[in-house]
């Protein structure tokens, strides 16, 4: 294994990225005197009102994780049975990089659907749902999404609508695995809820967005997941000191500062794609938020990974994945650019 120690993470994830100070001075903020723990504190009811209020949802719970793989583990295993199936794309992070635990956590199946790059239409749903009521197979009961993409796509507007819809009209749960839902907001230009159609129940990303660490489930019809918090206390995931969690929330997403952090991101992935093809790199899926898949030869890729930190996300592919936040500069981009020039 090449020894990385000094390349660049600028573009290896958005989890790489820095924590941002406006969440690093929130922290410091909320440390003072002592606080109800467990979320019964005064900060994470305020975080919890402002989550509901960007997302438009008032009934809505709100729950917090450390993680996003927890976030996606509480809302799945509370809305299913262990005879249960859970749909996903052929790309999913819960499919693929949970190591099992929406399984494990669940007893459900996870199934996969094909998909463009995690985008998924309907009809994919119809011939999932045509086996329910027969006993040698698994119920299908939710679906999940995710705005945007692994694969760096967003679903549009009336394509979210329109899929959420349909799983709804064949009596399937949606949860959106929102991750990195503020790119997708941005990236779409729209009101949070516009971004996750009529979706139940929402991962929200705040680690990706430059917290320190932090992702909420935004519960929008609890009646399906009544069991939630006793989820999220089993899997070590009801914080004692919750509001330092809570608190980050609070501060990105005050006046819509959240956003900002994803469009400049977004911005970046652009600026970075622009470049890149016109180095004469073929990207391999459009740059629609804060990711950029691009073809790298095999020799181009192990150079390049002598000096920068950049994940394949499959081993058997070309392609390599470079992702931008919150903290990624012009010169960052062009520095990547100027060393992919040479090993052009
Ligand atoms: C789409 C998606 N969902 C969920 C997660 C899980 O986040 P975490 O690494 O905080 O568990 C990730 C992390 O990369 C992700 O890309």
Same mark, same amino acid.
């Given at each position: 294994?090449?020894?990385?120690?000094?390349?660049?993470?600028?573009?290896?994830?958005?989890?790489?990225?820095?924590?941002?100070?406006?969440?690093?001075?929130?922290?410091?903020?909320?440390?003072?005197?002592?606080?109800?723990?467990?979320?019964?504190?005064?900060?994470?009811?305020?975080?919890?009102?402002?989550?509901?209020?960007?997302?438009?949802?008032?009934?809505?719970?709100?729950?917090?994780? #450390?993680?996003?793989?927890?976030?996606?583990? /509480?809302?799945?295993?509370s809305?299913?049975?262990?005879?249960?199936?859970?749909?996903?794309?052929?790309?999913?992070?819960?499919?693929l990089?949970?190591?099992?635990?929406?399984?494990?956590?669940?007893?459900?199946?996870?199934?996969?659907?094909?998909?463009?790059?995690?985008?998924?239409?309907p009809?994919?749903?119809?011939?999932?749902?045509?086996?329910?009521?027969?006993?040698?197979?698994?119920?299908?009961?939710?679906?999940? /999404?995710?705005?945007?993409?692994?694969?760096?796509?967003?679903?549009?507007?009336?394509?979210?609508?329109?899929?959420v819809?349909?799983?709804?009209?064949?009596?399937?749960?949606?949860?959106?695995?929102?991750?990195?839902?503020?790119?997708? /907001?941005?990236?779409?230009?729209?009101?949070?809820?516009?971004?996750?159609?009529?979706?139940?129940i929402?991962?929200?990303?705040?680690?990706?967005?430059?917290?320190?660490?932090?992702?909420?489930?935004?519960?929008?019809?609890?009646?399906h997941?009544?069991?939630?918090?006793?989820?999220?206390?089993?899997?070590?995931?009801?914080?004692?000191?919750?509001?330092?969690?809570?608190?980050?929330?609070?501060?990105?997403?005050?006046d819509?500062?959240?956003?900002?952090?994803?469009?400049?991101?977004?911005a970046?992935?652009?600026?970075?794609?622009?470049?890149?093809?016109?180095?004469? #790199?073929?990207?391999?899926?459009?740059?629609?938020?804060?990711?950029?898949?691009?073809?790298?030869?095999?020799?181009?890729?192990?150079?390049?990974?002598?000096?920068?930190?950049?994940?394949?996300?499959?081993?058997?592919?070309?392609?390599?994945r470079?992702?931008?936040?919150?903290?990624?500069?012009?010169?960052?981009?062009?520095?990547?650019?100027?060393?992919?020039?040479?090993?052009?």
């Amino acid at each position: 294994m090449a020894d990385v120690s000094s390349a660049s993470a600028a573009f290896a994830s958005d989890n790489a990225a820095p924590a941002h100070p406006k969440a690093l001075d929130a922290l410091q903020q909320v440390n003072d005197g002592s606080a109800p723990s467990y979320g019964a504190d005064p900060v994470t009811r305020h975080a919890a009102d402002a989550l509901r209020a960007a997302f438009d949802s008032p009934d809505a719970e709100v729950l917090f994780a #450390f993680t996003g793989t927890a976030a996606n583990i /509480i809302a799945l295993a509370s809305a299913v049975q262990p005879w249960h199936e859970i749909l996903c794309s052929d790309v999913a992070h819960v499919l693929l990089d949970e190591a099992g635990g929406p399984v494990r956590l669940s007893g459900a199946q996870l199934t996969r659907l094909a998909s463009d790059d995690g985008l998924i239409t309907p009809d994919e749903l119809d011939r999932r749902v045509a086996r329910r009521g027969e006993v040698h197979h698994s119920q299908p009961r939710i679906v999940t /999404i995710t705005q945007s993409t692994e694969n760096g796509r967003v679903w549009t507007v009336p394509a979210i609508a329109e899929f959420v819809d349909h799983a709804h009209a064949l009596d399937l749960l949606v949860h959106v695995d929102g991750s990195r839902v503020a790119n997708a /907001i941005a990236a779409l230009d729209v009101s949070p809820s516009e971004a996750i159609g009529d979706a139940d129940i929402v991962t929200v990303g705040g680690t990706k967005n430059g917290m320190l660490f932090g992702d909420a489930v935004l519960v929008r019809r609890p009646e399906h997941f009544s069991g939630i918090h006793f989820v999220q206390k089993q899997i070590g995931h009801l914080a004692s000191k919750h509001r330092f969690v809570a608190a980050q929330f609070l501060a990105l997403l005050e006046d819509g500062f959240w956003l900002e952090t994803a469009a400049h991101a977004n911005a970046m992935a652009r600026r970075l794609s622009t470049g890149m093809t016109a180095l004469g #790199f073929q990207l391999a899926s459009p740059v629609d938020a804060n990711e950029v898949f691009v073809n790298l030869d095999a020799d181009v890729h192990h150079s390049l990974a002598q000096c920068y930190v950049v994940h394949r996300p499959d081993l058997g592919e070309p392609v390599v994945r470079f992702v931008c936040s919150w903290s990624t500069t012009d010169s960052d981009v062009d520095d990547v650019l100027a060393t992919l020039r040479e090993l052009r």
